[in-house]
């Protein structure tokens, strides 16, 4: 890109980044008494390995922690009640950037703070209507690179285009948007057409899913829930239409747009233009080069993430690779920049740790595979300063695996023990190779450890202990894995929770959970909930229906277009599965999930009216027009590449959507949300409830107070744990 190009670029977007002073972090030397039961989660470590940054909700609220990896010294950094979602600490030590959501929306803003609380600012997000999200910091601490998302122009201000109506189906151009051939990547795929495409479901209007028709499998990719913004456009040979974006919005209007920096804290040096994209669903820079000439950006909506080299001179892309869903920190630039090693599932239905050969401009001359598994996913991902080994955190039917991995020998992996069955987060300490581990599991809160190299890990002394889990007197309850079968063949998992107390083979009564995502997955992890509602005597199945991840590419997409039938089916499945194990009662089950299984709540109980006799719908989307048309511009480009798109899939999400068919509505039902979710906003629930109300049948809807999409704080959890096991005790007849 010529300069004055690149002139004309910056000069479109807002103005760069300037980071707010605020007041000195308070309380910075105090330690307020724990919660009987707190969490702690989000490592990362100063350059020494000594000490470690964190979020715990010790007070409450998620807020910013300091604390000795081996003692018991910690530090309150930011006391302010917004909720921290990130922590990163600078490779030089002089920093500490985080993220925070003001008022515990989805609105979020990135902060620094030196590590002793002094100098605390808003780097990013400071704008009112933006949002910012953390990305990496340059490899000498100078820069930490964020991400702005801006809103598009008021309406009065738009010049909107104005779609035609399609007369017809067409099939070829359900998505012309995607790139040429994605539909085909590894096998056939039904993406939001094909002999389904806009017809209506299983009432008998439409495709007979319920008899076993193929469900619209792809070849999709594995990951948690989404994280910040991102998209792109690029095609198969890695050319796209630019960095800076162009065309409509969704409804015809105009974009939103992402923005990237690198950006200097103290404010001495100038923001530097790394990324951007109009109608982006995600964008975040997740490594810089040694000598600053590359970035890696993650960008693409839900199922179509990839991994672009940027070249910083001119941000032109110098090689695209696709990637999974899931933890968005996906690689990193070897010394020498010629390597980029990435978590990815190019290709393949599991991912794995790839090496691209890079040339001087940071196109793609090669391509190996450094490690993989079969049927287990690659999920998390660090690396030593010094870039020559790595910590591999593995996926295995949804327990984690640990391993040490050499990338300047042949040496085989080393194995590291875990004390409890899942790590969510890993961070290397030090010179000398130490690890930080964010760990959970089925009997432990979230909770920090400390490996030392060659060591065993230790369990850090202000993480809850593990016999704080629960009240004394009710013990963790360890989950056994299911794998149910659905009516088409299709193999599904989950984990099945049993009350205690309760003679051995007879049912009990049941809450099939629900995920969110879709493309989250049911882990063996500490509950709360499921330990409220296994308190009153209930057994809680968790599934993984399709459109989970953690088996596998084909079985994510699984869901797409019509296949989403078939997902509700799969929650009508997975209760006769375990009704006919006889773990569960038949006359006394009931459903509930949050974000995707709050929609999947709503949908099951009015295509299976006669099946649950009441729901529990928490955040969930009850009209996925009326979705569309209300959640933050970026989810809306993202969600349309999983769900279909708001025009031209309009029957499609009208036959999905449960308001459609309310009428079927025959059970109780209780909707939980948070005042500020903009990501499925409240009137979701408020009219699915009013619609209960209206056709005479029991339903409340509860709203938490400062909280958005997720709940974060301790008394608004409580209160929600115990409002959703009081209606289920009271309408399972308890």
Not at 131 to 138: D, E, K, V
Not at 688 to 717: C, I, W, Y
Request: glycine share 14%; hydrophobic share 35%; net charge negative.
């Amino acid at each position: 890109m010529a300069a004055d190009a690149r002139d004309r670029l910056i000069g479109a977007m807002s103005a760069a980044p300037v980071p707010v002073p605020l007041a000195d972090a308070a309380g910075t030397r105090d330690t307020p008494r724990p919660l009987v039961a707190h969490g702690c989660w989000y490592p990362s470590a100063d350059p020494t390995g000594e000490w470690v940054a964190f979020i715990c909700d010790r007070t409450g609220v998620p807020q910013l922690w300091t604390g000795l990896a081996d003692g018991s010294e910690i530090h309150l950094l930011d006391a302010d009640p917004d909720p921290v979602t990130e922590v990163s600490w600078s490779p030089d030590g002089r920093w500490i950037a985080y993220t925070v959501a003001p008022g515990g929306g989805e609105h979020t803003r990135v902060l620094c703070v030196r590590p002793d609380g002094t100098g605390r600012r808003i780097v990013a997000g400071a704008d009112a209507g933006s949002s910012a999200y953390l990305g990496c910091w340059t490899r000498d601490g100078s820069a930490v690179a964020v991400t702005v998302a801006e809103p598009p122009p008021p309406t009065g201000l738009t010049v909107r285009t104005v779609l035609p109506e399609p007369s017809a189906p067409d099939h070829g151009t359900a998505f012309g948007d995607l790139p040429t051939g994605w539909a085909e990547r590894d096998g056939p795929a039904t993406l939001l057409g094909g002999a389904g495409h806009g017809e209506v479901g299983p009432d008998g209007s439409g495709p007979d899913h319920g008899t076993g028709a193929p469900a619209g499998h792809g070849t999709g990719v594995a990951g948690r829930a989404t994280d910040g913004p991102v998209h792109g456009t690029a095609g198969p040979d890695g050319e796209g239409p630019g960095l800076d974006g162009g065309g409509s919005g969704l409804d015809g209007g105009a974009l939103d747009r992402l923005t990237a920096y690198l950006v200097d804290p103290s404010g001495l040096g100038s923001p530097v233009l790394v990324a951007a994209e109009s109608g982006a669903a995600t964008l975040r820079v997740c490594d810089v080069s040694q000598d600053g000439r590359l970035a890696l950006v993650r960008r693409g909506p839900r199922g179509r993430r990839e991994a672009v080299v940027v070249r910083t001179a001119d941000l032109a892309t110098g090689s695209v690779l696709r990637v999974g869903d899931g933890d968005p920190w996906i690689g990193r630039f070897s010394q020498d920049g010629r390597t980029l090693w990435l978590r990815s599932d190019h290709e393949r239905q599991f991912a794995a740790l790839l090496a691209a050969t890079l040339d001087e401009d940071g196109g793609r001359v090669g391509l190996s595979v450094v490690a993989e598994r079969e049927g287990s996913d690659l999920e998390l991902l660090a690396f030593a300063e010094d870039g020559r080994t790595a910590a591999l955190a593995w996926n295995v039917r949804g327990a984690s695996e640990l391993e040490t991995l050499s990338l300047s020998t042949a040496a085989r992996p080393r194995r590291v023990p875990l004390p409890h069955e899942v790590v969510t987060r890993i961070t290397r300490a030090g010179p000398a190779g130490g690890t930080v581990l964010a760990l959970s599991g089925s009997q432990r809160r979230p909770g920090v450890w400390w490996a030392p190299p060659g060591g065993l890990s230790a369990r850090t002394p202000w993480s809850s202990r593990d016999e704080d889990a629960v009240p004394p007197g009710r013990p963790p309850v360890r989950p056994v894995p299911l794998r149910p079968t659905a009516r088409d063949g299709v193999r599904l998992g989950g984990w099945y929770y049993r009350a205690a107390g309760r003679d051995a083979g007879r049912p009990g009564p049941c809450v099939i959970h629900l995920h969110g995502g879709p493309e989250e997955q049911e882990r063996p992890v500490f509950d709360p909930l499921y330990h409220e509602l296994l308190g009153r005597g209930l057994d809680v199945f968790a599934p993984d229906v399709r459109g989970s991840s953690g088996w596998g590419r084909s079985f994510v997409d699984a869901d797409l277009g019509t296949g989403r039938f078939a997902a509700i089916d799969d929650v009508a499945d997975c209760a006769a599965h375990v009704v006919l194990d006889g773990l569960a009662d038949p006359t006394r089950l009931a459903v509930m999930g949050r974000s995707y299984g709050g929609y999947l709540t709503m949908a099951s109980l009015v295509w299976h009216p006669e099946l649950f006799r009441t729901g529990v719908a928490v955040c969930g989307m009850s009209d996925l027009s009326t979705f569309f048309a209300g959640t933050e511009p970026w989810i809306a480009e993202s969600a349309a590449h999983k769900y279909g798109h708001p025009v031209r899939d309009r029957e499609l999400l009208r036959s999905l959507s449960p308001m459609s068919r309310v009428d079927a509505l025959r059970v109780p039902l209780l909707a939980v949300h948070g005042e500020h979710d903009t990501n499925v906003p409240p009137g979701e629930s408020e009219q699915m409830v009013r619609a209960a109300r209206e056709r005479g049948l029991p339903a409340e809807m509860l709203t938490l107070r400062d909280e958005g999409h997720e709940f974060r704080r301790a008394d608004n959890r409580r209160l929600f744990r115990r409002t959703a096991a009081d209606w289920m005790q009271r309408h399972l007849g308890l």
